[in-house]
T-cell receptor, first 114, second 111 residues
């Protein structure tokens, strides 16, 4: 089975800190994604990457950046954490963008910014 | 992407089949129907998808009506571990990478 592993399940950070969320997948998938999930707002796409060193903005990229130096690893960076970035962050991967492949999600990182 | 409509919640008895409906009346010809579920405090899990034909895998069956305007996810023998929020999504093959999850159906399996 494909595994998408997120480095932390729970994280508490202070306002203004630089925060790194790490995601690793083990099935050589081309595409990787970062979403955040908030009550009443569903899943919102922050960034995605379709190849090493390639990235595209999603719906809500402001305040975030990403890095994909290796195919298996996709990092989400909060440049200066703010309280409105308190959320559940979900990483996902898929072989390609074709509709006949499902996405595999990680277990999520619940980030609290205080 | 077309939108979907699902009931807010439903209960199911353990060991019985759970039938989860989804309406997608504006679905386009190239859009697939996907089902995911999300168990509390975990990431969404892919269940099954289909275009026109009924599909079955080790987790569930997907029945799509002939006009493709609705579908039903069937969990043949629900267990307590199937308690989750179930999302029905329609999505076309395209460069649109976004997965749009609605509110889904909260399924509670009772002993």
């Amino acid at each position: 089975d494909v595994k998408v592993t997120q480095s932390s399940r729970y994280l508490v950070k202070r306002t203004g800190e630089k925060v790194f969320l790490e995601c690793v997948q083990d099935m050589d998938h081309e595409n990787m994604f970062w979403y955040r999930q908030d009550p009443g707002l569903g899943l919102r796409l922050i960034y995605f990457s379709y190849d090493v060193k390639m990235k595209e903005k999603g719906d809500i990229p402001e305040g975030y950046s990403v890095s994909r130096e290796k195919k298996e690893r996709f990092s989400l960076i909060l440049e200066s954490a703010s309280t409105n970035q308190t959320s559940m962050y979900l990483c996902a991967s898929s072989p390609n963008a074709a509709a006949n492949y499902g996405y595999t999600f990680g277990s999520g990182t619940r980030l609290t910014v205080v | 992407d077309a939108k979907t409509t699902q009931p807010t919640s439903m209960d199911c008895a353990e060991g019985r089949a759970a039938n989860l409906p989804c309406n997608h009346s504006t679905i386009s010809g190239n859009e697939y129907v996907y089902w995911y579920r999300q168990i509390h405090s975990q990431g969404p899990q892919y269940i099954i998808h289909g275009l026109k034909n009924n599909e079955t895998n080790e987790m569930a069956s997907l029945i799509i009506t002939e006009d493709r305007k609705s579908s039903t996810l069937i969990l043949p023998h629900a267990t307590l571990r199937d308690t989750a929020v179930y999302y029905c999504i329609v999505r076309a093959y395209s460069n649109d990478y976004k997965l749009s999850f609605g509110a889904g159906t909260t399924v509670t399996v009772r002993a």
